[in-house]
T-cell receptor, first 113, second 113 residues
Framework: QKEVEQNSGPLSVPEGAIASLNCTYSDRGSQSFFWYRQYSGKSPELIMF????GDKEDGRFTAQLNKASQYVSLLIRDSQPSDSATYLCAPRQRDNYGQNFVFGPGTRLSVLP | EPEVTQTPSHQVTQMGQEVILRCVPISNHLYFYWYRQILGQKVEFLVSFYNNEISEKSEIFDDQFSVERPDGSNFTLKIRSTKLEDSAMYFCASTPGLAYEQYFGPGTRLTVT
């Protein structure tokens, strides 16, 4: 059973602060890791993805991956109220022909003005 | 920008009835997926579809479910005899290839009464 764990939150941060979202996964075959954002009642939308150990930056977002620890995180710098949403971690296994995502339960982020 | 579309946005049906949820994936995409999300819970994989056949399915995707790509553009999910517990948001997703992210449609909210 592939497990993906995230703190459900809510994680509350003041506007302008750094929000740190964490995710652990059980499937060592996971090769790529996707972060999706989901507003209430809406579909998931891609924030960014990472394949290699280390950091990957995209604007205000930084994804960090440590495959040895089976840990991936998302940092959001200069958090804005519009970042308030649920963030879904989704590892994907390369050898899986179907390539479906196994989503974590999500962390609800609240950015306070 | 191309997007995945889904119809209807909301479907209400009585228990035991058949429903068909429709999706139009992005035109040059080759892999198609259905996910569901029960209110307040995580996004769960149902089925993936490639080259006109199911490539993977989850335990949720039992004999009551079927998928079809009838005409080269639509991708449908049929539930033969709906149960109360089928009430959820159903998301369709597509991707051009296995190395790419999945693009999600806006979802169909299914309510079984």
């Amino acid at each position: 059973q592939k497990e993906v764990e995230q703190n459900s939150g809510p994680l509350s941060v003041p506007e302008g602060a750094i929000a740190s979202l964490n995710c652990t996964y059980s499937d060592r075959g996971s090769q790529s890791f996707f972060w999706y954002r989901q507003y209430s009642g809406k579909s998931p939308e891609l924030i960014m993805f990472i394949y290699s150990n280390g950091d990957k930056e995209d604007g205000r977002f930084t994804a960090q991956l440590n495959k040895a620890s089976q840990y991936v995180s998302l940092l959001i710098r200069d958090s804005q109220p519009s970042d308030s949403a649920t963030y879904l971690c989704a590892p994907r296994q390369r050898d899986n022909y179907g390539q479906n995502f196994v989503f974590g339960p999500g962390t609800r982020l609240s950015v306070l003005p | 920008e191309p997007e995945v579309t889904q119809t209807p946005s909301h479907q209400v049906t009585q228990m035991g009835q058949e429903v068909i949820l429709r999706c139009v994936p992005i035109s040059n995409h080759l892999y198609f997926y259905w996910y569901r999300q029960i209110l307040g819970q995580k996004v769960e994989f149902l089925v993936s579809f490639y080259n006109n056949e199911i490539s993977e399915k989850s335990e949720i995707f039992d004999d009551q479910f079927s998928v079809e790509r009838p005409d080269g553009s639509n991708f449908t999910l049929k539930i033969r005899s709906t149960k109360l517990e089928d009430s959820a948001m159903y998301f369709c997703a597509s991707t051009p290839g296995l190395a790419y992210e999945q693009y999600f449609g806006p979802g169909t909210r299914l309510t079984v009464t």
